[in-house]
C-alpha cells in the first residue's frame, strides 16, 4: 500500500471517532458517540472519555435522587448489583461511585496542570485558535459579509493562500506547506512510526469533534455549500498537524484510546442506570401487555364505528400529549407515522434560495418538490410584500455594516431600536400578536402554492422534479401499511409539526427531527395531495386501500410550542365545511386542556406558551423532547387509555395487517433507529453538557451560521443547550436514560427481522438501546431482547398501579 494510501485509509478510519454534525440552521438530534457504537455501550464510555473527555454515565447526584424518589425500583437494583457482584446497599455503593468520580477527576485536573506547567497545552490551544478562526470563515453559510478568499479551491489551498498574512502563524509555514495535504501530513508524521498514525490521526479529530464533525457531514453528503467550496479530511488534518508543528507541539505525544477500560465506579454506573432503565420499561411493558390483553378479550363494538376524522402525528414524543387530548374532544383517531410523512425530498419553499432535505438523516432525498403558485393575485401580494421587505433588510444590512454609515446609522436609529428593544423585552406578547397581525396580510404558501409532487421531470442535475403516478401510490399505500390502517374518515388530516421561538438560534432543534430539523407542515401537504388525486386513490384500491368517495386528505402543522395546529384546508370540498368546523373548535378545546397540562398551575396555557414563543428573552420556550424514554409500536388502542407524559415515541402498528413483516422491519431499521439517536443525544446532552452538549444558552455566539461558540472562539458546540435539558445548574429535567422499544407483534417475527438487519441488532447487542415484544400469539407475554437473537421471557407478574407519569388518560368527551 502506498504513503499516500495508507494516509487517506487511516484518515478515514479515524474519523469515525466524532460523530457528525450537522449546521445549527438544520440542526439533526445524532448520538455524538456514533462512531462507537459498534463496541458495547459499556466499552465505549471509557473510550470515548479518553478521546473525547466527557463522561458517559449520570452523576451520583442524579443517581441518588432517582433512587430517592422511587424512580429506580429497588428491587431491582438489587437484583443488577448482585449480577455484578455487590452486596452492599445502594447508598455505600453511591458513596464509593462519588469517591470513585473524584479520583478520577483529581487525576485528570492533575494532568492538566503537569501540562500546562511544561506550557504544551497553551501551545496547541495558539494552534486550534488559528485553525478555527480560519474554519469558521471558510464554512461559513451565508452570515459573513467578506468572505474568505479563493474558497473556491478548497480549504488546504486556500488556507496556503493567506497564511503569509496571518500574523499568528509562525513564519515559514506559508513557504514550507506543499502543494498536496497528504504530503504535508507525510512531511509532519515522518519522524513518526507508522503504525502510530492511525492514533495520531484519531487525536486531531477527537481535539475539534465539532468543527471536525461539521466538516465529516458535509464531505459525507455533498450539497451546494459542498460543491463551490469543497473541504477534505485530508485538508483538515494537514493544516492542524502543520500548526501544531510550527509550535512545536509534539503530535505523536498521544495515548492509545483503546488502554481505556470501565473502571468500579463505571460498573457501578452501569448498574444503577440499567435498573432506572428497567424501572421505567418494566411499567410501561406492563400496561402494554395488560392493554393487549384487556383488547383481546373484549368486543369493542366502537371499533366499527367510522371516526369524524383521523388525525396523523409525528412519533415525536410531544405529540403524545396533544394526541390525548385531541382524542377527548371528540369521535377521532390519532395515529403515529414519521413526521416527513415517508415522502424522501427535497423542498424548496416559495421564494426560497435554498432546497432543504426534508426527510431523515438516514434517509437520501429522491425527489425534488417545490411550491408551484396556483393563485396570481396572492402571489402578487406576497411578491409585493416580499421585495418591500428584502429591500429594507438590505439597506439596513449595509448601513450596520458600512464603516463609513455604521455610526451615523447608530445615532439616527437608536431611539428607535431601543423602543422596539424595550417593547420585546417589556411586553412580547402584544409585540408578537402585532407581528401575527401584520404577517396575517401576507399570504403563506399553502394559501397560494401547491406542493409539486405531479409534475415529474428528469433532472440531468440533482434529483428527478416531482413523482411519478407509480412512486405517488407507492407513498401512499406504505404509510397506510405502516400503520396497519383498515378505515376512513370523512377527513384525513396529516399533522407536521414545527416550533415557534425568537432568538434562538436552535429554534430547528425543536423542529421535525425526521424532516431534518425543518418544519413537517410541507411533506404533510405533499402526501395530502398525493392522496387528493383520483388516480392515486384507484391505485391505493387496487393494493387494498379502499377510501371513500368521501373521504378528504388535508394536510395541517403542529406548532410545538403553544399547540395550536393550523389546518391547510383549502382544497377540502364545501360538502365538508361542517366536519372542518367541528374540527377546528375541537382542536382549538385541546390546545386549551394540552398548555394547561404543560405550563405552571395558575397560569392561563395558551397566554402563557404564546409569551414564550414571542420572548425573545426566554431560555426555554418549550422543553422539546426532553424526558424522552420509550419508543411504542403498535395500535393505537394500546396506549389511547394512558397519560404516557410526553415520554414516548408512537408509531401506529397492526400485526394483522402486516403478513410478511415487512412493515415491522421498515419501522425497526428506521423510525427505531432514528428515535436512538434522538434519545442518544438527549441522554449525552445531560449527563456532560460541557463536553457532549452546547453549555448556556446565555453566552452562545452563533458563527458562520453553521453553529455556536462558548465565548469569542474555540470548536463549534455539539450538542443540545442545557436549557434544553437542565432544570437547573446540578438538577436534570431530562431522565437520562436509554431508549426502551416496545412492540405489540408475535417474538418470532421480530427475531427473524432482526436475523435479516445486523446493524439494528448490533444497536441491541450493544445495549444502545433495548426491545421488548408483547407477543398477542403466546398469551399477551412480554419477551426481553438480551443479546445474539436470544430472549428472555417475563414473568407474568401482578400488573401494578400505573405511576404518576403513566396514569389513566381521561375518557374521551361525546361528540
Known amino acids: ?65 432517582a433512587l430517592d424518589d422511587g424512580r429506580i425500583d429497588r428491587k431491582l437494583l438489587d437484583a443488577e448489583l448482585s449480577k455484578r457482584g455487590y452486596e452492599s446497599d445502594p447508598e455505600t455503593l453511591l458513596e464509593r461511585m462519588e469517591a470513585g468520580e473524584a479520583g478520577r477527576d483529581s487525576t485528570t485536573d492533575a494532568a492538566g ?34 468572505s474568505m478568499p479563493n474558497r473556491k479551491d478548497g480549504f488546504y489551498d486556500a488556507f496556503r493562500s493567506v497564511a503569509a498574512h496571518d500574523d499568528r502563524i509562525p513564519e515559514g509555514v506559508a513557504t514550507d506547506l506543499p502543494a498536496s495535504p497528504t504530503a504535508a501530513i507525510e512531511s509532519v508524521l515522518e519522524p513518526c512510526p507508522e503504525r502510530q498514525w492511525s492514533v495520531v490521526f484519531e487525536a486531531q479529530f477527537a481535539a475539534l469533534p465539532g468543527w471536525a464533525g461539521l466538516i465529516k457531514r458535509r464531505v459525507d453528503e455533498g450539497g451546494a455549500w459542498q460543491s463551490a467550496h469543497p473541504v477534505t479530511l485530508e485538508g483538515y488534518v494537514a493544516v492542524r498537524l502543520a500548526l501544531l508543528d510550527a509550535f512545536d507541539v509534539d503530535v505523536a505525544d498521544v495515548s492509545d484510546a483503546d488502554d481505556a477500560g470501565p473502571t468500579a465506579a463505571d460498573e457501578l454506573a452501569d448498574a444503577f442506570l440499567s435498573a432506572w432503565e428497567a424501572s421505567y420499561r418494566g411499567e410501561l411493558v406492563d400496561r402494554v401487555a395488560a392493554e393487549s390483553e384487556a383488547r383481546a378479550e373484549t368486543d369493542d363494538e366502537s371499533a366499527d364505528e367510522r371516526p369524524a376524522a383521523q388525525l396523523v402525528f409525528c412519533i415525536d414524543t410531544r405529540s403524545e400529549i396533544i394526541r390525548r387530548h385531541v382524542e377527548a374532544t371528540g369521535n377521532y383517531e390519532t395515529h403515529g407515522y414519521a413526521g416527513f410523512f415517508g415522502v424522501p425530498m427535497e423542498y424548496r419553499g416559495y421564494g426560497s434560495e435554498v432546497s432543504v432535505d426534508a426527510c431523515p438523516p438516514i434517509v437520501d432525498a429522491q425527489h425534488r418538490v417545490s411550491e408551484v403558485p396556483t393563485d396570481d393575485d396572492a402571489r402578487a401580494v406576497r411578491d409585493r410584500w416580499a421585495d418591500l421587505r428584502d429591500a429594507a ?22 431611539s428607535g431600536y431601543g423602543v422596539a428593544l424595550a417593547a420585546r423585552t417589556l411586553v412580547p406578547g402584544r409585540v408578537s400578536d402585532l407581528l401575527d397581525a401584520t404577517a396575517g396580510s401576507v399570504p403563506d404558501d399553502h394559501e397560494f402554492c401547491e406542493p409539486g409532487v405531479h409534475r415529474h421531470e428528469r433532472s ?143 397560569s392561563v396555557g395558551v397566554e402563557e406558551t404564546e409569551r414564550r414563543a414571542g420572548d425573545w428573552a426566554e431560555t426555554r420556550p418549550e422543553w422539546g423532547l426532553a424526558g424522552n424514554a420509550g419508543f411504542v409500536v403498535g395500535p393505537r388502542e394500546l396506549t389511547s387509555g394512558l397519560d404516557l407524559d410526553g415520554r414516548a415515541f408512537l408509531h401506529s402498528y397492526d400485526w394483522t395487517t402486516d403478513a410478511d413483516g415487512d412493515a415491522l422491519e421498515a419501522i425497526l431499521a428506521g423510525p427505531m433507529v432514528v428515535t436512538q439517536w434522538i434519545n442518544a443525544q438527549y441522554y449525552f446532552s445531560t449527563v456532560d453538557n460541557a463536553a457532549y452538549g452546547s453549555g448556556s444558552k446565555v453566552t452562545h455566539n452563533p458563527v458562520g451560521n453553521v453553529g455556536v461558540y462558548q465565548g469569542n472562539g474555540g470548536d463549534l458546540m455539539t450538542g443540545l443547550p442545557l436549557q434544553s435539558v437542565m432544570a437547573a445548574a446540578d438538577e436534570p429535567y431530562h431522565q437520562p436514560l436509554r431508549l426502551s422499544t ?74
Open 1 to 65: 500500500m502506498s504513503t499516500e494510501r495508507a494516509v487517506e485509509d487511516g484518515i478515514e478510519e479515524a474519523a469515525e471517532t466524532v460523530g457528525s454534525v450537522w449546521p445549527i440552521h438544520s440542526f439533526v438530534t445524532a448520538n455524538p458517540l456514533s462512531g462507537f457504537e459498534d463496541e458495547s455501550f459499556a466499552e465505549a464510555v471509557p473510550r470515548a472519555a479518553d478521546r473525547l473527555g466527557g463522561r458517559g454515565y449520570p452523576s451520583t447526584e442524579t443517581f441518588r435522587a
Open 113 to 146: 496542570c503537569q501540562a500546562a506547567a511544561e506550557t504544551e497545552c497553551s501551545d496547541v490551544e495558539r494552534a486550534d485558535r488559528v485553525l478555527t478562526k480560519w474554519l469558521s470563515a471558510f464554512l461559513d453559510e451565508g452570515q459573513a459579509d467578506w
Open 393 to 414: 433588510a438590505e439597506v439596513i444590512e449595509t448601513l450596520k455594516s458600512n464603516p463609513a454609515t455604521a455610526f451615523s446609522f447608530v445615532e439616527g436609529a437608536g
Open 460 to 602: 440531468e442535475e440533482g434529483l428527478p422534479v416531482g413523482l411519478t403516478h407509480e412512486e405517488r401510490v407507492e407513498y401512499a399505500a406504505t404509510a397506510f401499511e405502516l400503520m396497519g390502517w383498515e378505515t376512513f374518515g370523512r377527513l384525513v388530516v396529516f399533522t407536521g409539526h414545527a416550533s415557534e421561538t425568537a432568538n434562538n438560534p436552535y429554534g430547528s432543534s425543536l423542529d421535525c427531527g425526521a424532516c431534518a430539523g425543518n418544519p413537517g407542515g410541507p411533506n404533510a401537504r405533499a402526501l395530502a395531495a398525493i392522496c387528493n388525486d383520483p388516480e392515486v386513490k384507484d391505485g391505493l384500491r387496487e393494493r387494498g386501500h379502499d377510501a371513500p368517495d368521501d373521504t378528504a386528505f388535508l394536510a395541517a402543522e403542529h406548532n410545538t410550542t403553544t399547540d395550536e395546529i393550523e389546518l391547510y384546508d383549502g382544497d377540502v370540498p364545501d360538502s365538508h365545511a361542517d366536519d372542518l368546523a367541528r374540527l377546528r373548535a375541537n382542536l382549538e378545546t385541546a390546545r386549551e386542556t394540552a398548555t394547561a397540562e404543560r405550563t405552571p398551575e395558575g
Open 742 to 815: 416496545v412492540v405489540h407483534a408475535p417474538v418470532d417475527r421480530v427475531t427473524e427481522i432482526l436475523a435479516d438487519n445486523e446493524a439494528v441488532a448490533g444497536l441491541l447487542d450493544n445495549d444502545w438501546l433495548s426491545l421488548t415484544v408483547v407477543d398477542p400469539t403466546r398469551n399477551h407475554r412480554a419477551f426481553h431482547y438480551e443479546a445474539e437473537l436470544e430472549w428472555t421471557p417475563l414473568s407474568a407478574s401482578e400488573r401494578a398501579e400505573p405511576p404518576a407519569e403513566m396514569s389513566t388518560a381521561p375518557a374521551a368527551a361525546d361528540d
